[in-house]
């Protein structure tokens, strides 16, 4: 039982370049987020999914984009990084039943955009 | 809106010395769920603690204990006889109940960094 994890742990962008962040969990959760944490802002909400198929904008969905074609995988997308997107990323899920409002949270993604 | 308020930036203390971190949060919700969790210097977010709004108990968990007021919205976090272990940064959050497409997002505040001297 592997939890949350998330491809890859670092990563390097020049600006302009394209990158798919992989989070995945093995928990058959329903619910699956996206944040990002910057330097004295905590954690901000990217984009969530309620289940297959669905997704919604969080706090600060600009210049990214995701899908959750199976369940278990949420896909984080930046189509032309800037260097604002310069973070570390996390990924988090949780279920819809019983002790649903304790999210579990991946080893987090560093990202410097260049 | 909903919103976390962790006023103290950093905190150093020394080894054995007990320590409060502070959380205030502002929300509409009469239901809501609190939340601590520890990030040590290694990255990782874990979890501590969660607590709804109908149970104002204080809980006690070995060294870690919280003291939840409705009252004041406050859901404070005190390490009692801290260790070194214990430096890292703590970050507060709050979840809306919503039923029915629920969302469980978290409002994060923007942490504590503490420091333990040995």
Redesign the interface.
């Known amino acids: 039982n592997a939890g949350v994890t998330q491809t890859p742990k670092f990563r390097v962008l020049k600006t302009g370049q394209s990158m798919t962040l992989l989070c995945a969990q093995d928990m058959n959760h329903e619910y699956m987020y996206w944040y990002r944490q910057d330097p004295g802002m905590g954690l901000r909400l990217i984009h969530y999914s309620v289940g297959e198929g669905t997704t919604a904008k969080g706090e600060v969905p600009d210049g990214y984009n995701v899908s959750r074609l199976k369940k278990q995988n949420f896909l984080l997308g930046l189509e032309s990084a800037a260097p604002s997107q310069t973070s570390v990323y996390f990924c988090a899920s949780s279920t819809a039943q019983g002790n649903r409002y304790e999210q579990y949270f991946g080893p987090g993604t560093r990202l410097t955009v260049t | 809106a909903q919103k976390?308020t962790q006023a103290q930036?950093e905190i150093s203390v020394v080894e054995k010395e007990d320590v409060t971190l502070d959380c205030v949060y502002e929300t509409r919700d009469t239901t809501y769920?609190l939340?601590w969790?520890k990030q040590p210097p290694s990255?990782?977010?874990v979890?501590l603690i969660?607590r709804?709004s109908f149970d104002e108990q204080n809980e006690i968990s070995g060294r870690y204990s919280w003291n939840f007021q409705k009252s004041t919205s406050s859901f404070n976090f005190t390490i009692t006889a801290s260790q070194v272990v214990d430096s890292a940064v703590y970050?507060c959050?709050l979840?809306e109940?919503n039923y029915g497409?629920?969302?469980?997002?978290?409002i994060?505040?923007?942490?504590t960094l503490l420091a333990v001297q040995p």
């Open positions: 976390v930036t769920y939340f969790y990255g990782e977010l979890f969660r709804n970050f959050a979840s109940v497409g629920a969302t469980n997002k978290l994060f505040g923007t942490g």
